[in-house]
């Protein structure tokens, strides 16, 4: 790899508008091989981020890992590796979306994504798509969404990667990852294997994280033919296999273990000319854990729910006008230890409008209407718009209203001392943001403000007889900014790249006005990297405000500031082969901290890398 | 509290919480615990260590977590009760699997037992011996049993196998009850030690799910069962019970209607007290059917306790925020104080 090339893509978090700027040059098939289009077109006045690539390789191996040091998402995880939820802008776990090819994988248990079960490595670029985004992306999209998107690289030849590594706590990883792209085929199979005892110190204790360890395997596997100039067929699948030994807290051990099987598969047919696109797109979604309340013995409960999908999206261009038509039909059946056969019809209307008024102005309009078989779901929109003041700044604007239905549990459960509630309804939110980017020479720098309310919070709360059931107990507000400074110099072999990205959040519980739960008002977070020719330096640097852990503000965490350096080496060419030889030291501050309460985070810890490529 | 059939939904549901309080105890310097109130906070379900508050009996002084302020340390996850001996506090919590055991007046520690213990819910001291409900692994309806407790070195010495899911546990004389609610599931058996051979030497059959037990000055124990909650599909009507503890025979038993599941059994001035719905009830002692007086409505407490005309009600809130005290005079139903204590108070003691 060329040395520009190294630092180019080595630091996340470029601008949307960085890679589809320049529109124009996009041809047909290079979006109709994007699996997920309507970002390209629809998400204008929003706030989009990449994280590269390449910053994966120096970011561990899960999402959690991955989007904790690349983004302002906040995570509560129960102990490295164990169940993390994200809390993006104050918004609870159930307020993130996760998006699979354009297709929502949020739990349709839990209405939430666990972070650690979703391994980035085999996407390329991550996308985190900020505030609201329902009408696009369905339930969930209210504090933001991230996008996992697989490539179809056609004219690519056969490319190899193997990512091997090994550290601290017995962790080893073994990525594979192959491609052929030909002119009318691609083909990519990718396989990453995550094993850890991860029996980290408990910092200040004689203790150690005795049932933590984990055990990942993950499978991404796609192929795409291009049948004529009008046609394209394309075919993804993954599939993720986890077996984790749950955490103790400082209190209490723990002999618990959670087994996770997911399997994600969609066949996707797109015809095209240089008007229109339709894509007729046909999924399988399968969700099951298994807990195990003690690993030594064989009794466990389990979870488990069937998605099957179709989706017809229809894009037309008009002119400065681009018209996009989706229904989606979907059936979910759910079952498991507290849910008898529980099932779902749904039926969503999504309209799409962008219009590029003039070449500097854009405006968009975005409707959606779903019908649910067992809830009423409101009416979604949203507006915006993006204004290129000068051609160095823009400004953006964006309002929506977006929901979150009520999740299977949240209807359907059924068990000892808790129970679903039928009577629930979809929560509702409301939001407004402002968006300011300017770029100089060097410098890029972003200002966002945001308002979110959300109705009808869905909480699960005793009711009189003691039972615990989902509840609309609570509306909420969140506001907040978020401003972003990125830094690149070069001269002669020297290379700088320097993101930081500070964020403010309010997020209160309108009938208190106290700070809702494990949200922290302040997060900084700060990547430098420093190229001097072959060799990169690296540093993470993230500050976490305190956070509260009950709900009357009476106790909370104490801040933290962490901090991980690490050193790649490129080497040279030795016959068409590629190395990266890589150190990193995680926690070098050797900080004691929790992202929640009472559940310790790893000591300082070492790992080496190498990445092959062939 | 079932505190652990609720961590599962918990853990997956990922719950989050709203707020109910927000008034503060009054925070004074430490004093003695000798005279006043204890009160056990569970703490948070999943994470986290329950507290012990001190309230002085004027209700005039609050002191929060006096057993970390005294001690410096955590109690544990869950803190389920507080059984006592004439000079000690045994302190269980219920997912660490352990009892600290303080000097109950100056809450100094003294021992923790931490071996041999399985999902502990209760202590009582009888004969010279501590005895603590086990669960036993909660996967395993047949490994439910009695620790018994030895009070000089502070270890579990034998264990007394019993029925599914002894919870309540009380002593008259040298003999034990243990009320069986049933864990997980639901029970309906009233098991007697006979704590000088340290075996079950006979197990009554009461309402389904025992939940509390008071005995009257005559010898008689009263045993007061929820009946099965509707969730179960096999809803069953909650049942007073009176047992004589001298030929261990079940008397007489006063069934409440099939919907109604009353708990929090008490005795004071010789009346029987209880909890049903949103309503305390009283009842005579001597009464052969269910009086139904009522003493105080539109409450709702996590659990109560009748002390010398006072009635001691507590409030979990949204159970991630501090809880409620509330002491109510029992003559005029008027409520006294309100006092902010521990998260999830569950274990109301005089000390």
């Known amino acids: 790899m060329e040395k520009k090339q190294i630092l180019l893509f080595f630091i996340g978090l470029l601008s949307i508008g960085q890679i589809f700027g320049q529109k124009d040059n996009v041809i ?423 308002s979110i309310t959300t109705d009808n919070l869905i909480q699960w709360r005793p009711n009189e007889q003691g039972i615990w059931m989902a509840m609309n107990v609570q509306d909420v507000s969140q506001y907040g900014l978020e401003l972003g400074l990125d830094w690149k110099k070069k001269w002669g072999n020297n290379n700088v790249v320097w993101e930081s990205e500070y964020s403010f959040t309010k997020s209160i519980d309108n009938s208190t006005d106290h700070q809702l739960l494990y949200v922290p008002e302040h997060m900084l977070r700060s990547n430098l990297a420093y190229q001097y020719k072959k060799v990169v330096a690296f540093c993470q640097l993230l500050y976490n405000g305190s956070v509260y852990t009950t709900t009357d503000n009476s106790d909370s965490l104490p801040s933290y500031t962490l901090g991980n350096l690490g050193l790649d080496y490129h080497g040279p060419d030795i016959s068409g082969i590629k190395f990266i030889l890589g150190v990193k030291v995680n926690n070098i501050f050797n900080k004691s901290y929790q992202n929640v309460a009472y559940r310790p985070m790893p000591n300082r810890n070492f790992q080496i890398q190498l990445i092959t490529k062939f | 509290m079932k505190i652990r059939k609720v961590v599962l939904p918990l853990l997956i549901i990922g719950l989050t919480w709203s707020c109910s309080n927000d008034d503060d105890g009054i925070q004074v310097p430490m004093g003695d615990y000798a005279d006043g109130i204890l009160i056990s906070n569970e703490g948070p379900f999943s994470n986290g260590t329950g507290t012990v508050t001190f309230i002085s009996e004027d209700l005039s002084v609050v002191n929060h977590g006096i057993y970390n302020t005294t001690n410096d340390e955590d109690l544990g996850n869950v803190v389920q009760s507080i059984g006592f001996t004439e000079d000690e506090a045994f302190i269980v919590a219920n997912v660490s699997n352990k009892i600290n055991v303080v000097n109950r007046f100056t809450f100094e520690k003294i021992a923790s037992i931490t071996n041999g213990l399985n999902n502990p819910r209760y202590f009582i001291e009888a004969n010279g011996k501590g005895y603590v409900t086990n669960w036993g692994d909660t996967a395993d309806e047949t490994d439910d049993f009695v620790a018994i407790i030895n009070l000089q070195n502070y270890t579990v010495e034998g264990t007394i196998p019993v029925v599914l899911g002894p919870e309540a546990i009380l002593a008259k004389d040298n003999t034990v009850y243990v009320a069986h609610q049933g864990a997980w599931g639901q029970n309906n058996k009233i098991s007697v030690i006979n704590t000088t051979s340290n075996e079950v030497i006979k197990t009554l059959t009461v309402g389904d799910v025992p939940n509390s037990m008071q005995l009257d000055t005559s010898g008689n124990l009263w045993v007061l069962a929820s009946g099965k909650p509707a969730y179960t599909e096999d809803e069953t009507e909650g049942v007073l019970s009176k047992i004589n503890t001298v030929t261990n025979e079940v008397e007489g038993n006063l069934p409440f209607e099939s919907t109604q599941h009353p708990n929090s059994l008490n005795l004071d001035g010789g009346d029987l007290y209880y909890h049903l719905g949103d309503t305390v009830f009283k009842q005579s002692l001597t009464s052969t059917s269910l009086g139904m007086e009522m003493v105080l409505e539109g409450v709702s407490f996590y659990n109560m306790v009748v002390h010398n005309g006072r009635l001691y009600g507590t409030d979990a809130g949204d159970y991630a925020s501090n809880g409620t005290l509330t002491v109510y005079d029992v003559s005029t139903t008027l409520a006294i104080k309100s006092i902010t204590v521990g998260i999830v108070p569950g274990g109301i003691y005089f000390n």
């Open chain 1, 28 to 450: 047909v098939l290079d979006e109709v091989i994007l699996s997920d289009a309507k970002l390209l077109h629809f998400s204008k006045g929003t706030k989009v981020s990449v994280v590269r690539d390449s910053v994966q390789q120096k970011s561990g191996a899960t999402l959690t890992d991955l989007l904790r040091y690349n983004s302002n998402i906040y995570f509560k995880e129960n102990g490295y590796g164990m169940v993390s939820s994200a809390s993006f802008r104050g918004t609870n776990a159930q307020q993130t979306a996760v998006v699979w090819n354009g297709i929502n994988i949020n739990s349709q248990l839990t209405g939430q994504t666990d972070f650690n079960t979703l391994i980035p490595g085999n996407y390329g670029d991550v996308v985190v798509r900020s505030g609201g985004g329902s009408v696009q992306y369905g339930s969930g999209a209210v504090g933001g969404t991230i996008l996992l998107n697989d490539s179809f690289k056609f004219n690519d030849g056969w490319k190899n990667s193997l990512r091997t590594s090994y550290g601290s706590f017995n962790t080893s990883l073994l990525a594979f990852n192959t491609s052929l792209g030909k002119e009318k085929t691609s083909f990519q199979i990718g396989v990453n294997h995550i094993a850890s005892d991860n029996d980290y110190k408990f910092l200040g204790t004689d203790r150690r994280n005795g049932n933590g360890a984990y055990d990942q395997l993950n499978l991404n596997a796609n192929v795409g033919f291009i049948l004529s100039d009008q046609q394209i067929v394309k075919v993804y699948h993954n599939t993720f296999i986890g077996d984790r030994d749950f955490s103790g807290t400082l209190t209490a051990p723990a002999d618990e273990n959670y087994r996770d099987l997911n399997h994600r598969s969609l066949v996707e047919l797109g015809s095209f000319n240089e008007k229109r696109i339709a894509r007729l797109k046909v999924g399988h979604l399968y969700e099951r854990y298994r807990y195990f309340p003690n690993k030594e013995r064989k009794e466990f409960s389990y979870g488990q729910a069937n998605t099957f999908l179709a989706n017809y999206d229809y894009k037309y261009q008009l002119n400065r006008i681009t018209l996009n038509g989706l229904i989606d039909l979907s059936t979910i059946r759910a079952k498991g230890t507290s849910i008898e056969n529980a099932n779902r019809d749904f039926v969503a209307g999504t309209f799409l409008l962008s219009h590029d008024l003039t070449d500097r102005f854009n405006y968009g309009v975005n409707l959606r209407k779903e019908v649910v078989s067992d809830f009423k779901s409101p009416f979604l929109f949203s507006l915006n718009s993006g204004y290129e003041v000068s051609k160095n700044y823009r400004l953006t604007i964006n309002m929506s209203k977006n929901h979150r239905i009520p999740t299977f549990n949240d209807l359907y459960w059924t068990g000892a001392g808790a129970s679903g509630n039928l009577e629930v309804l979809p929560e509702a939110s409301w939001q407004l943001e402002l968006g300011q980017k300017l770029r100089l020479k060097n410098i890029t720098l972003l200002l966002n403000a945001y």
